[in-house]
T-cell receptor, first 116, second 113 residues
Framework: AQSVAQPEDQVNVAEGNPLTVKCTYS??????LFWYVQYPNRGLQFLLK??????LVKGSYGFEAEFNKSQTSFHLKKPSALVSDSALYFC??????????????FGKGTKLSVIP | DTGVSQDPRHKITKRGQNVTFRCDPI?????LYWYRQTLGQGPEFLTY????????KSRLLSDRFSAERPKGSFSTLEIQRTEQGDSAMYLC???????????FGSGTRLTVV
C-alpha cells in the first residue's frame, strides 16, 4: 500500500526567508510524486510533479522540490517566502502505471503561514 | 473550457435523503477522479474513470455511493440515504495521462443535518 507522511501540521516562516515543507512517502515500486496547494474554500491547485529524471523539480510560483530516493522524501522548498504563499500544502504519491492502482494518495496537509 | 466544474457548490440535506453531484471535467481529459475531503485531512480517493469505464473503487465507497460517467464526459456521484458522516467536501479531478497532475474542481460541500 502507498502512503504519505507530512510530519508538520503547521510551518511558520518570516516573509523573505526560505521555506521548507516536508514530505516522506512509501510505495512498493517507483513513485510519481506531486505537490498541491489549497486556498480556503477552494479546490487543490497543482504545483509540481516528479516522474523521472532530474531530482530537483521546479514548479509554479517559484516553488521547487527535491526527490531523494534513499530517504524516500520529496520536500517542497522556496528560496524566499511571500505572504501570499500562506495556504495548505498537500504532498501526494502514486505508484508508476501498471502497479494496479490508479489512485493518488495524499498526506494530511501542512498549513504554511508566512508572517509579514 | 476553463477547468473542472462542479455543481452544486454547497448542498445541505436532511439525513436519509439522496443527493447527486455533477462534475464536468476538462473536455480533452479522459481520466476522471472523485475524492472526499474532511476537515483537517487530505483528500481520500473514492473512484476513478477512464472514459466511461469505472476502473477502480475505494473501500470507502459503500453501497450507498454510486458514480457514473455516461459517454465518457461528465460524471455524477450519488449518495443514497445520507448519513451525518457523509458530510464532507467532494472533489472531482481530471487528467490527460497517468503521469500528469490532476486538475481539481472547487468541490461540492455536503452538510447532512
Amino acid at each position: 500500500a502507498q502512503s504519505v507522511a507530512q510530519p508538520e501540521d503547521q510551518v511558520n516562516v518570516a516573509e523573505g526567508n526560505p521555506l521548507t515543507v516536508k514530505c516522506t512517502y512509501s510505495v512498493s515500486g517507483n513513485p510519481y510524486l506531486f505537490w498541491y496547494v489549497q486556498y480556503p474554500n477552494r479546490g487543490l491547485q497543482f504545483l509540481l510533479k516528479y516522474i523521472t529524471g532530474d531530482n530537483l523539480v521546479k514548479g509554479s510560483y517559484g516553488f521547487e522540490a527535491e526527490f531523494n530516493k534513499s530517504q524516500t522524501s520529496f520536500h517542497l522548498k522556496k528560496p524566499s517566502a511571500l505572504v501570499s504563499d500562506s495556504a495548505l500544502y498537500f504532498c501526494a504519491v502514486r505508484e508508476i502505471p501498471g502497479a494496479g492502482s490508479y489512485q493518488l494518495t495524499f498526506g494530511k496537509g501542512t498549513k504554511l503561514s508566512v508572517i509579514p | 473550457d476553463t477547468g473542472v466544474s462542479q455543481d452544486p457548490r454547497h448542498k445541505i440535506t436532511k439525513r436519509g435523503q439522496n443527493v447527486t453531484f455533477r462534475c464536468d471535467p476538462i473536455s480533452e481529459h479522459n481520466r476522471l477522479y472523485w475524492y472526499r475531503q474532511t476537515l483537517g485531512q487530505g483528500p481520500e480517493f473514492l473512484t476513478y474513470f477512464q472514459n466511461e469505464a469505472q476502473l477502480e473503487k475505494s473501500r470507502l465507497l459503500s453501497d450507498r455511493f454510486s458514480a457514473e460517467r455516461p459517454k465518457g464526459s461528465f460524471s455524477t456521484l450519488e449518495i443514497q440515504r445520507t448519513e451525518q458522516g457523509d458530510s464532507a467536501m467532494y472533489l472531482c479531478a481530471s487528467s490527460l495521462g497517468t503521469g500528469e497532475g490532476y486538475t481539481f474542481g472547487s468541490g461540492t460541500r455536503l452538510t447532512v443535518v
